[in-house]
């Protein structure tokens, strides 16, 4: 920790009252805008982290800030013993871009996976199907709730929190030839991320993905793809399914849907959401007004096709200048998926970059206890990714 300062006036009182089951960094953000940030003492910072791909449009958004705004002089909440107006075009938006035909509407990624593992569940049960159990992969995350940890395969997520929900199978990424004996009659859904964001950026290959939608079909499973971080143009497509030439039974969206406020969705058609008939599943805050009137603004921008060429094309960017660091010394891998960038490190830990990195005016994320994951705002701009990467270079190569 630096000297005595704005942030560590704040950072002091933080380490006494908060849980401590964060370490975030010694500076507290005080305003941002677009992918800038400025702490309490007034210093700026690129923004590379994007919030752990949440702030998807940047900080301070006009059209964001007008949303909220609007929606916050109407009314804030009304519970789900009424409707509104935002979650009813959130949804119908939803429903006309994707294969979805019903949406739920929750506050976060594991609430939307939560709802998922439900929803294929009475899926099975209505049709008195007995299956119940669920096929996830290695390496995956899924959240933190119970059912999410026990689906991802994390040690020390799951250390001390035992027992966990049983049921649960858990595959090789990956693994094709291990698809057809995995997947089995009693498997009730089957939940992949198409990309593993917190393992480090490993997408899943095109094969596998459809290998995984034949299994699926062949057995009767449900097929669910948890894009809580790959969705909403992360990637260049806004559901990166879209780029898997599949049709998915379930969805789960969050993070960079609301960009910047809680939301989660849950996706799926008629036939399988039928069976959540009023007291099956619910959520005090899900489909809350102004968290819907945003999510709507940010599928309205992000869902034209120019804005996500527009994401490639700064993946590109970032390639070309990531390219320059001499991988072989630095890095030992670079794996990228639309604005969503994995950079082993080969000599350094994460951690020791990421805190060097907000000496120097950088902020970074990580994955893993090597990797440098880059998510930043799809509409960071060319010179913003220019000045963070030379800070980056600064850092790592030491010029
Ligand atoms: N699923 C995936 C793929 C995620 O990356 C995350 C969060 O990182 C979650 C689910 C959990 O989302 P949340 O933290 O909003 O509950």
């Not at 035909?101 to 294929?120: M, P, R, V």
Request: proline fraction near 3%; include cysteine; charged fraction near 25%.
């Amino acid at each position: 920790m630096k000297e005595n300062t704005k942030n560590n006036q704040l950072r002091v009182i933080y380490d006494d009252v908060m849980l401590p089951n964060y370490s975030p960094a010694y500076f507290i953000p005080e305003k941002a805008e677009g992918s800038r940030v400025w702490d309490k003492d007034n210093k700026e910072y690129i923004d590379f982290g994007g919030g752990i791909a949440v702030n998807s449009l940047g900080h301070s958004h006009p059209a964001l800030i007008k949303a909220l705004n609007e929606q916050s002089k109407k009314f804030w909440h009304v519970s789900n013993y009424l409707t509104n107006e935002p979650a009813i075009n959130l949804a119908k938006k939803l429903t006309e871009l994707t294969f979805a035909e019903n949406i739920f509407f929750s506050n976060s990624g594991t609430e939307a996976n939560e709802a998922a593992i439900k929803i294929a569940r009475k899926f099975h049960s209505a049709k008195g199907q007995k299956r119940s159990e669920i096929v996830s992969f290695k390496n995956s995350f899924h959240g933190r709730s119970l059912l999410n940890i026990s689906l991802g395969s994390s040690d020390m997520h799951r250390e001390g929190f035992e027992p966990l929900m049983s049921g649960i199978k858990h595959g090789n990424f990956n693994d094709l030839a291990s698809l057809a004996d995995l997947i089995t009659d009693q498997t009730a859904a089957v939940i992949v991320e198409p990309v593993q964001g917190e393992a480090g950026v490993y997408a899943a290959s095109k094969e596998f993905i459809k290998k995984l939608r034949e299994e699926s079909s062949k057995k009767g499973a449900l097929l669910i793809i948890d894009e809580v971080q790959s969705g909403v143009g992360r990637t260049g497509k806004l559901y990166s399914y879209m780029d898997y030439d599949i049709e998915p039974d379930i969805v789960t969206s969050a993070k960079g849907l609301g960009g910047g406020i809680p939301i989660g969705a849950t996706l799926t058609t008629k036939l399988i959401g039928q069976n959540m008939q009023p007291g099956t599943h619910g959520s005090t805050f899900g489909g809350n007004p102004m968290a819907c009137a945003v999510a709507n603004e940010v599928i309205e921008i992000i869902s034209h096709q120019k804005f996500l060429d527009g994401v490639k094309e700064k993946e590109s960017l970032f390639l070309k200048l990531l390219s320059e660091f001499e991988v072989n010394k630095v890095f030992s891998a670079i794996r990228s998926s639309g604005l969503w960038i994995g950079c082993d490190l080969i000599e350094r830990s994460a951690n020791d970059v990421l805190n060097q990195a907000y000496d120097e005016g950088l902020i970074l994320v990580s994955a893993g206890s090597n990797c440098l994951r880059l998510a930043p705002a799809l509409n960071i701009s060319n010179e913003e990714i220019e000045q963070g990467i030379s800070i980056l270079k600064k850092i790592l190569l030491g010029r």
